[in-house]
Every structure is written in structure tokens, then in C-alpha cells.
């Protein structure tokens, strides 16, 4: 089982062991199929009995958490799902699933490998190694016109790719 971290605590929220928490992806709809979540490095599942997506904020309900002090204790605690649990839209992806994949040229020569991406406030910047050197690339539908994990691969196009990335 892969454990993807899907939510942050942040504080209690009520009397009753309600968690207000970060989400971890801003689309609520990733986590609708979640049913149980794991705390920090627990290997024991707890069961979700309520979630909510509220002014931009998850609110979770567990069945290990039924008061303000037991919701006081899992504060800044890390939340995760199993990963065959979470629902992945068309042209989203994990971004465990992107790292280490080989990019190339729609021409087919080898660019370099995904290394990792970050998220600065604009959008998602991804991190090439290109001859031992590392690049930012936004992610663009225009530069990166092709994704495929089954192959893990990345097609990006030359030109626009050349013109976009910045040397770390």
C-alpha cells in the first residue's frame, strides 16, 4: 500500500473533535472516496466519519478523535490516505508518480529526468537535471505535450522547453 499525504491539521474546530485542516490539493473531489486516514507514521487505519471542504479548508471528523482535547493532540499532526483510494482527474498527477521519469524531445532525444516540482504560488514548477544541472520549467500544457507513467515518460516540446527553463 502507497500512503499519499492528502491534508495537514491545523486546529480544533468545535467542541465535538472536529479538525480544521490544509488540504494538500485544492480539489476536494481527490479525497470524496477517502474513508479512513492515517496519522503522522500510523500504521493503524482511523475511519472517517465526516469530511467537508469548507471556505477553502478540509474539516474531518475521526472516529479516534471525539473531543477538543483528543483534537488538541493531533494538532500539526500529517494526514494520509491510501493511494487507491484517491480519485486523480485526466491530465492531473501525483507528483510521487512524475519524480524520476526520463523527458524527451518530441523528436525522441533523452532531455533529462524529472528530479522534483515545486509550487511557488503561480503554478507548479517542474525540475529537470539536464547534464547535471537543474532547470525549472513551468508546467505548461504548451512545453510539456505529453505524459505518460505506464512508460514513464515526459514529451515536452524543444523549442518552448529551451525558451521556458531557468537555470537553479
Known amino acids: 500500500m502507497e500512503k499519499i499525504l492528502i491534508a495537514t491539521i491545523l486546529r480544533p474546530q468545535g467542541l465535538n473533535g472536529e479538525l480544521k485542516c490544509k488540504l494538500e490539493n485544492n480539489n476536494y473531489d481527490v479525497i470524496k472516496n477517502v474513508n479512513e486516514v492515517y496519522l503522522n507514521d500510523k500504521q493503524i487505519p482511523t475511519r ?53 521519469m526520463t523527458v524527451y524531445s518530441e523528436e525522441g532525444q533523452e532531455i533529462g529526468k524529472l528530479v522534483d516540482v515545486q509550487n511557488f504560488g503561480a503554478g507548479d514548477i517542474l525540475i529537470i537535471e539536464q547534464y547535471k544541472r537543474e532547470y525549472m520549467v513551468p508546467f505548461i500544457k504548451d512545453i510539456f505535450v505529453q505524459i505518460n507513467t ?11 522547453y529551451n525558451e521556458a527553463k531557468i537555470c537553479d
Open 48 to 100: 472517517v466519519i465526516n469530511k467537508a471542504f469548507r471556505n477553502g479548508y478540509l474539516f474531518l471528523t475521526l472516529s479516534m478523535v471525539n473531543s477538543r482535547e483528543k483534537a488538541d493532540l493531533v494538532r500539526n499532526f500529517k494526514v494520509y490516505a491510501d493511494k487507491k483510494f484517491i480519485n486523480i482527474p485526466k491530465d492531473e498527477y501525483m507528483i510521487s508518480d512524475l519524480i524520476d
Open 150 to 160: 505506464a512508460a514513464n515518460i515526459i514529451v515536452v516540446n524543444k523549442q518552448k
